[in-house]
Protein backbone atom coordinates (compact mmCIF):
# COMPACT_ATOMS: atom_id res chain seq x y z
CA UNK A 1 0.00 0.00 0.00
CA UNK A 2 1.38 3.29 -1.34
CA UNK A 3 1.69 6.26 0.82
CA UNK A 4 -1.39 7.98 -0.70
CA UNK A 5 -3.78 4.95 -0.52
CA UNK A 6 -3.35 4.90 3.08
CA UNK A 7 -3.58 8.55 3.81
CA UNK A 8 -7.07 7.98 2.17
CA UNK A 9 -7.96 5.03 3.51
CA UNK A 10 -7.35 6.22 7.21
CA UNK A 11 -9.23 9.44 6.32
CA UNK A 12 -12.13 7.35 5.39
CA UNK A 13 -11.86 5.56 8.61
CA UNK A 14 -11.70 8.23 11.00
CA UNK A 15 -14.49 9.89 9.11
CA UNK A 16 -16.63 6.89 10.16
CA UNK A 17 -15.52 6.98 14.08
CA UNK A 18 -16.02 10.73 14.01
CA UNK A 19 -19.67 10.66 12.66
CA UNK A 20 -20.57 7.65 15.29
CA UNK A 21 -18.70 9.54 18.26
CA UNK A 22 -22.01 11.12 19.65
CA UNK A 23 -24.00 8.14 19.69
CA UNK A 24 -20.72 5.33 20.43
CA UNK A 25 -21.70 4.85 24.76
CA UNK A 26 -24.98 4.51 23.65
CA UNK A 27 -24.83 1.52 21.88
CA UNK A 28 -25.13 -1.78 23.78
CA UNK A 29 -22.04 -3.53 23.59
CA UNK A 30 -20.09 -0.64 22.85
CA UNK A 31 -20.70 1.47 25.87
CA UNK A 32 -20.87 0.43 29.44
CA UNK A 33 -24.67 1.13 30.22
CA UNK A 34 -24.54 -0.69 33.24
CA UNK A 35 -23.14 -1.49 36.78
CA UNK A 36 -23.11 -4.88 36.26
CA UNK A 37 -21.34 -4.36 32.95
CA UNK A 38 -18.77 -2.00 34.70
CA UNK A 39 -18.10 -4.61 37.46
CA UNK A 40 -17.30 -6.90 34.82
CA UNK A 41 -15.01 -4.70 33.31
CA UNK A 42 -12.93 -3.62 36.10
CA UNK A 43 -12.90 -6.98 37.10
CA UNK A 44 -11.33 -8.23 33.82
CA UNK A 45 -9.18 -5.07 33.37
CA UNK A 46 -7.34 -5.69 37.02
CA UNK A 47 -6.94 -9.30 36.14
CA UNK A 48 -5.34 -8.28 33.13
CA UNK A 49 -3.13 -5.32 34.43
CA UNK A 50 -2.94 -6.07 38.16
CA UNK A 51 -5.12 -3.09 40.47
CA UNK A 52 -2.55 -0.36 41.49
CA UNK A 53 -4.62 1.27 43.41
CA UNK A 54 -3.30 -1.69 46.44
CA UNK A 55 0.22 -0.92 47.47
CA UNK A 56 1.44 -4.01 46.61
CA UNK A 57 0.59 -4.18 42.98
CA UNK A 58 3.32 -2.26 40.43
CA UNK A 59 1.99 0.78 39.18
CA UNK A 60 2.26 0.56 35.04
CA UNK A 61 2.74 2.67 32.09
CA UNK A 62 -0.07 1.58 30.18
CA UNK A 63 -0.85 3.10 26.35
CA UNK A 64 -4.53 2.53 25.22
CA UNK A 65 -4.15 2.20 21.10
CA UNK A 66 -7.40 3.16 19.52
CA UNK A 67 -8.92 4.37 22.40
CA UNK A 68 -12.51 5.41 21.22
CA UNK A 69 -14.40 6.83 24.03
CA UNK A 70 -12.00 5.77 26.46
CA UNK A 71 -13.42 2.99 27.93
CA UNK A 72 -10.47 0.58 28.98
CA UNK A 73 -8.00 3.93 29.78
CA UNK A 74 -10.22 5.00 32.05
CA UNK A 75 -10.82 1.61 34.02
CA UNK A 76 -6.92 1.31 33.81
CA UNK A 77 -6.43 4.88 35.09
CA UNK A 78 -9.35 3.98 37.88
CA UNK A 79 -6.97 1.24 39.39
CA UNK A 80 -3.68 3.46 40.09
CA UNK A 81 -1.81 3.24 36.30
CA UNK A 82 -0.34 5.97 34.32
CA UNK A 83 -2.15 5.46 30.75
CA UNK A 84 -1.64 7.38 27.91
CA UNK A 85 -4.59 6.84 25.50
CA UNK A 86 -5.01 7.68 21.58
CA UNK A 87 -7.19 7.54 18.98
CA UNK A 88 -7.28 9.15 15.33
CA UNK A 89 -10.72 10.06 15.44
CA UNK A 90 -10.92 13.81 17.33
CA UNK A 91 -14.62 13.43 18.33
CA UNK A 92 -14.17 10.04 19.95
CA UNK A 93 -10.97 11.79 21.89
CA UNK A 94 -13.03 14.48 22.71
CA UNK A 95 -15.88 12.49 23.95
CA UNK A 96 -13.08 10.35 26.40
CA UNK A 97 -11.87 13.95 27.77
CA UNK A 98 -15.55 14.70 28.44
CA UNK A 99 -15.67 11.30 30.65
CA UNK A 100 -12.69 11.86 32.44
CA UNK A 101 -13.46 15.33 33.14
CA UNK A 102 -16.48 14.13 34.75
CA UNK A 103 -15.43 11.41 36.21
CA UNK A 104 -12.30 12.70 37.62
CA UNK A 105 -9.74 10.39 36.46
CA UNK A 106 -6.51 11.53 34.69
CA UNK A 107 -5.50 10.11 31.35
CA UNK A 108 -3.23 11.77 28.87
CA UNK A 109 -5.41 12.56 25.35
CA UNK A 110 -3.57 12.30 22.53
CA UNK A 111 -4.94 12.39 18.55
CA UNK A 112 -2.48 9.11 16.91
CA UNK A 113 -2.70 6.95 14.54
CA UNK A 114 -2.34 2.99 16.69
CA UNK A 115 -0.40 1.69 13.59
CA UNK A 116 1.86 4.11 14.55
CA UNK A 117 1.38 5.73 18.31
CA UNK A 118 2.54 9.42 18.90
CA UNK A 119 5.43 7.68 22.03
CA UNK A 120 8.53 6.63 22.34
CA UNK A 121 10.15 3.07 21.85
CA UNK A 122 10.87 0.89 24.55
CA UNK A 123 8.42 3.57 26.78
CA UNK A 124 5.34 1.88 28.06
CA UNK A 125 4.54 -1.16 30.04
CA UNK A 126 1.66 -3.03 28.47
CA UNK A 127 -0.05 -1.85 25.53
CA UNK A 128 -3.88 -2.60 25.51
CA UNK A 129 -6.96 -1.94 22.81
CA UNK A 130 -10.43 -3.02 22.55
CA UNK A 131 -12.55 -2.99 19.55
CA UNK A 132 -9.66 -1.83 17.70
CA UNK A 133 -7.99 -4.42 15.78
CA UNK A 134 -10.69 -5.39 13.40
CA UNK A 135 -10.85 -1.99 11.95
CA UNK A 136 -6.74 -1.82 11.18
CA UNK A 137 -5.65 -2.24 7.76
CA UNK A 138 -2.58 -3.63 8.60
CA UNK A 139 -2.66 -5.53 11.24
CA UNK A 140 1.24 -6.57 11.19
CA UNK A 141 2.49 -3.46 10.99
CA UNK A 142 0.02 -2.19 13.89
CA UNK A 143 1.73 -5.16 16.32
CA UNK A 144 4.97 -4.32 15.42
CA UNK A 145 4.53 -1.13 16.51
CA UNK A 146 3.15 -1.44 19.86
CA UNK A 147 6.43 -4.55 20.53
CA UNK A 148 8.45 -1.88 19.63
CA UNK A 149 7.25 1.14 22.29
CA UNK A 150 6.76 -1.76 24.89
CA UNK A 151 9.85 -2.74 27.10
CA UNK A 152 11.59 -5.85 26.96
CA UNK A 153 8.61 -8.65 28.37
CA UNK A 154 6.25 -5.99 28.20
CA UNK A 155 2.56 -7.04 28.23
CA UNK A 156 0.10 -6.85 25.27
CA UNK A 157 -3.78 -7.41 25.35
CA UNK A 158 -6.41 -7.23 23.13
CA UNK A 159 -10.19 -7.42 23.51
CA UNK A 160 -11.68 -8.02 20.09
CA UNK A 161 -14.63 -10.34 19.23
CA UNK A 162 -15.51 -12.47 16.30
CA UNK A 163 -18.32 -14.14 14.52
CA UNK A 164 -18.29 -17.97 15.49
CA UNK A 165 -19.63 -20.31 12.86
CA UNK A 166 -23.67 -21.18 13.85
CA UNK A 167 -25.76 -23.33 11.99
CA UNK A 168 -27.83 -22.59 8.91
CA UNK A 169 -31.07 -21.72 10.70
CA UNK A 170 -29.51 -20.07 13.18
CA UNK A 171 -27.72 -17.79 10.24
CA UNK A 172 -30.77 -16.81 8.84
CA UNK A 173 -32.58 -16.24 12.06
CA UNK A 174 -29.43 -13.66 13.41
CA UNK A 175 -29.28 -12.50 9.67
CA UNK A 176 -33.18 -11.42 9.78
CA UNK A 177 -32.81 -10.38 13.19
CA UNK A 178 -30.42 -7.62 12.38
CA UNK A 179 -31.82 -6.40 9.88
CA UNK A 180 -35.46 -5.65 11.57
CA UNK A 181 -32.97 -3.97 14.22
CA UNK A 182 -31.29 -2.13 11.79
CA UNK A 183 -27.73 -3.55 12.58
CA UNK A 184 -26.08 -5.16 10.04
CA UNK A 185 -23.93 -2.19 9.76
CA UNK A 186 -23.88 -0.14 11.95
CA UNK A 187 -20.45 1.84 11.36
CA UNK A 188 -21.04 2.39 8.33
CA UNK A 189 -18.30 1.69 6.21
CA UNK A 190 -17.79 1.60 2.66
CA UNK A 191 -17.56 -1.25 0.81
CA UNK A 192 -13.69 -0.09 -0.71
CA UNK A 193 -13.12 0.28 2.91
CA UNK A 194 -14.34 -3.07 4.54
CA UNK A 195 -12.56 -5.25 1.73
CA UNK A 196 -9.16 -3.94 3.14
CA UNK A 197 -9.56 -4.69 6.30
CA UNK A 198 -7.95 -8.15 6.96
CA UNK A 199 -9.87 -8.47 10.57
CA UNK A 200 -13.56 -7.45 9.91
CA UNK A 201 -15.19 -10.95 9.58
CA UNK A 202 -13.44 -12.90 12.38
CA UNK A 203 -14.70 -16.55 13.07
CA UNK A 204 -12.01 -16.59 15.66
CA UNK A 205 -8.79 -15.35 17.19
CA UNK A 206 -7.23 -17.48 15.11
CA UNK A 207 -5.63 -14.80 12.78
CA UNK A 208 -4.79 -12.21 15.43
CA UNK A 209 -2.67 -14.68 17.02
CA UNK A 210 -0.76 -15.36 13.44
CA UNK A 211 -0.16 -11.97 13.14
CA UNK A 212 1.27 -11.04 16.76
CA UNK A 213 3.54 -13.99 16.63
CA UNK A 214 4.65 -12.86 12.59
CA UNK A 215 5.27 -9.00 14.92
CA UNK A 216 7.56 -10.65 17.20
CA UNK A 217 5.56 -11.36 19.98
CA UNK A 218 6.18 -14.21 22.87
CA UNK A 219 3.66 -16.47 24.29
CA UNK A 220 0.66 -15.22 22.51
CA UNK A 221 -2.77 -17.01 23.81
CA UNK A 222 -6.63 -16.71 23.69
CA UNK A 223 -9.50 -17.06 25.77
CA UNK A 224 -12.86 -15.87 25.20
CA UNK A 225 -14.59 -13.58 27.96
CA UNK A 226 -17.90 -15.37 28.72
CA UNK A 227 -18.61 -13.50 31.73
CA UNK A 228 -18.66 -10.15 29.86
CA UNK A 229 -20.75 -11.80 26.71
CA UNK A 230 -23.26 -13.29 28.93
CA UNK A 231 -23.41 -9.92 30.96
CA UNK A 232 -23.66 -7.81 28.33
CA UNK A 233 -26.10 -10.21 26.32
CA UNK A 234 -28.50 -10.20 29.50
CA UNK A 235 -29.51 -6.47 28.99
CA UNK A 236 -30.29 -7.38 25.57
CA UNK A 237 -34.14 -7.70 24.26
CA UNK A 238 -34.77 -11.17 22.68
CA UNK A 239 -34.31 -9.82 19.36
CA UNK A 240 -31.38 -8.08 19.93
CA UNK A 241 -29.69 -11.43 21.46
CA UNK A 242 -31.21 -12.97 18.09
CA UNK A 243 -29.74 -10.81 16.44
CA UNK A 244 -26.00 -10.95 18.24
CA UNK A 245 -23.63 -13.43 17.10
CA UNK A 246 -20.21 -11.39 18.08
CA UNK A 247 -18.47 -13.22 20.73
CA UNK A 248 -15.66 -11.20 22.79
CA UNK A 249 -11.99 -12.51 23.16
CA UNK A 250 -8.73 -11.54 25.03
CA UNK A 251 -5.20 -12.01 23.33
CA UNK A 252 -2.41 -11.37 25.38
CA UNK A 253 1.29 -11.81 24.61
CA UNK A 254 4.29 -10.11 25.30
CA UNK A 255 7.54 -8.48 23.86
CA UNK A 256 10.58 -10.34 23.85
CA UNK A 257 12.88 -9.69 26.61
CA UNK A 258 13.47 -10.28 30.49
Known sequence: MNEDDRAQLKAAITTAWDRGAAEYD?????????????????????AILGDATHSEMPKLEVLDVGTGTGTLALVAAELGHD???IDLSERMVLAARRKSIETGIAVDWRIGDAEDPP????????VI???????????????RAWRERLRPGGLLAVIDGS???????????????????GSEDEHEY??????????????????????LREAGFERVRARGLAEIDRIE??????????????????????????
Open 26 to 46: RIPRHGILHDDERTAWRRLVA
Open 83 to 85: VIA
Open 119 to 126: VPEASVDA
Open 129 to 143: SRHLVWTLPEPVVAA
Open 163 to 181: YPRQAAPLRLLAAAAARIE
Open 190 to 211: PPEVDARLPLLYQLGPEALIAA
Open 233 to 258: RAHLGLLQRTADGWRRYLVVGRAPGS
